[in-house]
């Protein structure tokens, strides 16, 4: 049984949540080992898309373009985004001990 004989027979028993996470990582590593963009939705507009860069978005400061995508971001995000991120990143990304 070859890996795509084993990865299709996992697929059929596996939960779309699951499934939408090892997509989410499949994609991953495709667009690591291919830098061009890997659309899961083809009919998508690229244009209207704030986090696909266009070379007349690399001409812009990374501030600028971090707000305009931050002021896309919906309000029950934002709220659950801690405030002390900056002092306790060792805790948000590794689960250290508070300090």
Request: aromatic share 6%.
């Amino acid at each position: 049984m070859t890996v795509r004989d084993k990865l299709t027979q996992e697929i059929q028993q596996t939960c779309d949540s699951v499934l939408e996470e090892v997509l989410d990582f499949l994609l991953f590593i495709k667009s690591r080992k291919n830098p061009v963009r890997v659309e899961t939705n083809l009919s998508q507009n690229p244009q209207n898309d704030p986090s696909i860069a266009t070379s007349e978005q690399s001409d812009r400061p990374i501030w600028e373009i971090f707000e305009e995508v931050s002021d896309n971001l919906p309000d029950e995000i934002l709220t659950d985004l801690p405030t002390d991120g900056s002092t306790q990143h060792d805790r948000y990304l590794y689960g250290s001990p508070k300090q």
